[in-house]
């Protein structure tokens, strides 16, 4: 069974950064793109950036272009989520997901989700 796993989410003040990891156990993440979305109580979730199973192939919503940067290791079997210039706006629960084929920022085309990672940005 596919298993993700989210860390380094927490408390940050507005302007500052955090480094999401999404690590997985019992597959290989090289054949899968990876989905970050996102959930804000009360809201959708929603889709904030994937990368290709190469990684040769990146993908970021509007709200967080300029601020995020995802990537991956293979090596490591892990992907990334970098996050600088964090806003209120970007308190959500954070959840990656795997997929074997294309990129997408539908949560209904994923299969496998880990458990989700707290980023909170106070106002």
């Known amino acids: 069974q596919l298993q993700l796993v989210e860390s380094g989410g927490g408390l940050v003040e507005p302007g500052g950064s955090l480094r999401l990891s999404c690590a997985a156990s019992?597959?290989?993440?090289?054949?899968?793109?990876i989905g970050w979305f996102r959930q804000a109580p009360g809201k959708e979730r929603e889709g904030v950036s994937c990368?290709?199973?190469?990684?040769?192939?990146?993908n970021l919503a509007d709200s967080v272009k300029g601020r995020f940067t995802i990537s991956r290791d293979n090596a490591k079997n892990t992907v990334y989520l970098q996050m600088t210039s964090l806003k209120p706006e970007d308190t959500a629960v954070y959840y990656c997901a795997a997929r074997s084929v294309a990129c997408s920022f539908y949560a209904t085309d994923f299969g496998s989700w880990g458990q989700g990672t707290q980023v909170s940005v106070p106002s």
């Open positions: 019992g597959f290989t993440l090289d054949y899968y793109a």
């Open positions: 990368i290709s199973s190469s990684g040769g192939s990146t």
